[in-house]
C-alpha cells in the first residue's frame, strides 16, 4: 500500500521556524519526483517545492518562499523534508507532500499520483 505521511506542523510565531517530513513507503521512492504542496482556508492548492528522483534537482513553485524553505530527501529512509525559516503568517496552511509518478517536478497539484493526508502549520502574528 502506498502511504505519505507528513508530521512536524504545528502553531509558531512569526519569524520561526519548522521542519516538516514526509515517510513515504510502499513505492520505489527513487523512481518518484517528490514535491510540496500547500492549501490556505479558501484558497487553491499551492505548490511550494519539489525534489526530483534520487534528490537530483530542486525547484520552488512559490516565490515566496524562496530564500526561506528548503526541501531534502534521505533516500535511505524514504523521507523528505521541507525545512521552513523566518515563517510568516501569510504561510498559514495545510502542507501536504505529494508522489509523482512521472519522475518530474510539476507545480500542476494534478499532475501527483500519491498525497499524504497533511499537516497544519501555523504562523501566529
Known amino acids: 500500500e502506498v502511504q505519505l505521511v507528513e508530521s512536524g506542523g504545528g502553531l509558531v510565531e512569526d519569524g520561526g521556524s519548522l521542519r516538516l517530513s514526509c515517510a513515504a513507503s510502499g513505492f520505489t521512492f527513487d523512481d518518484y519526483a517528490i514535491g510540496w504542496f500547500r492549501q490556505a482556508p479558501g484558497k487553491e492548492r499551492e505548490g511550494v517545492l519539489c525534489?526530483?528522483?534520487?534528490?537530483?534537482?530542486?525547484?520552488y513553485y512559490a516565490d515566496s518562499v524562496k530564500g526561506r524553505f528548503t526541501i531534502s530527501s534521505d533516500n535511505a529512509k524514504n523521507a523528505v523534508y521541507l525545512q521552513m525559516n523566518s515563517l510568516k503568517p501569510e504561510d498559514t496552511a495545510v502542507y501536504y507532500c505529494a508522489a509523482n509518478g512521472a519522475k518530474y517536478c510539476a507545480g500542476d497539484y494534478r499532475e501527483y499520483d500519491y498525497w499524504g493526508q497533511g499537516t497544519q502549520v501555523t504562523v501566529s502574528s
Open positions: 525534489i526530483g528522483t534520487s534528490g537530483d534537482g530542486t525547484t
